[in-house]
């Protein structure tokens, strides 16, 4: 509620994360490390009157040649000072406190607030529990809070990826025979894998983008397959389609691997190495027809 007490909840946490992390260099940036709390400047100030000034001041002064009624007179003026508080206001009105000023986030509604930099060396599960444990302490991690979302997210979509991937089975097994769904199941899949084995073999991390591009080989693959298992007489046709289809394809998203922002860099290697990859054993649906089927088409 008020500034001293702002300062006086900073100390109380930033005494917390040195206990927390004592290993650890340089921890935090907080307005405490230049700015005493009141009754430290208090405790300080009372010290130096009583230990230093009042028992030790004349005697000292006396020893390095300053006469005896100066120093007396001089150690009576000092002992008479008065406590003089170093306020938030004073630091912020120093030239000194000019790039840390940002800090201070001042009065907001009713109450006062301040900012704490933390170190990104600390862990993240240990600032969470200190903050749950000082109710007048708030950790804010946007980095980190994004990635977890991300990360659920992530987990969640691979879960409907496995549930698409059962769907479609199903599907082609209803429309084909079991044997025929299966081989015509595996293109999609096949490109889908290796597009991740690349993702692992260039230490590239799994992201919640790669599996939307997943999600995209998957279904493009499927439609390259399903053309060609479809085709009885028109080969060279829809050869001629799929591959200005893949062409496009990897034109408009596979460039994207070029990009140097991560996630579309990211985004663009998967789809580039699965839809190459889709287009490349989508024929192999062909071959799977029946002996009369092959007659015909050779007709």
């Known amino acids: 509620k008020t500034p001293e007490e702002t300062l006086a909840n900073e100390t109380t946490l930033t005494n917390k994360i040195k206990e927390t992390f004592p290993t650890i260099d340089n921890p935090y940036i ?14 300080n100030f009372n010290l130096v009157s009583t230990t230093l000034i009042k028992a030790r001041l004349a005697p000292y002064l006396q020893k390095i040649g300053v006469k005896r009624n ?23 009105d120093s030239p000194v406190s000019k790039s840390l000023r940002f800090l201070w986030l001042g009065k907001i509604d009713s109450q006062y607030a301040t ?42 979509i ?32 096949a490109a889908c894998a290796i597009s991740l084995a690349v993702l692992g073999w260039f230490n590239v991390p799994l992201t919640l983008f790669n599996l939307l591009a ?7 693959g499927v439609d ?21 289809s893949a062409m496009m394809t990897i034109l408009s998203f596979g460039l ?7 996630v579309i860099h990211y985004f663009g290697i998967t789809v580039l190495v699965g839809i190459a990859s889709a287009f490349a ?11 009369h089927d092959t007659l015909d088409n050779q007709e």
């Open 30 to 43: 907080a307005i405490n490390s230049y700015i005493p709390t009141l009754d430290d400047q208090k405790e």
């Open 70 to 92: 100066n120093a007396i007179e001089i150690q009576n003026k000092l002992s008479h000072m008065k406590f003089n508080p170093f306020t938030i206001q004073d630091w912020l």
């Open 115 to 156: 900012v704490v930099l933390l170190s990104t060396k600390l862990s993240n599960e240990q600032l969470t529990q200190i903050s749950q444990a000082l109710p007048f302490a708030t950790y804010i991690n946007k980095a980190y809070s994004i990635s977890q979302t991300f990360k659920v997210y992530r987990q969640k």
């Open 158 to 189: 691979a879960l409907l990826l496995i549930v698409a991937y059962l769907l479609l089975l199903l599907l082609l097994i209803i429309r084909y025979s079991f044997k025929k769904a299966f081989l015509y199941f595996l293109p999609p899949v």
């Open 214 to 220: 997943i999600i995209l080989i998957l279904g493009i």
């Open 224 to 244: 390259y397959v399903l053309f060609f298992a479809e085709t009885k007489s028109s080969y060279q046709s829809t050869m001629l389609a799929t591959s200005l």
């Open 256 to 262: 994207l691997a070029f990009s140097r922002t991560p």
């Open 281 to 291: 054993l989508a024929p192999l649906a062909t071959h799977v027809q029946k002996p």
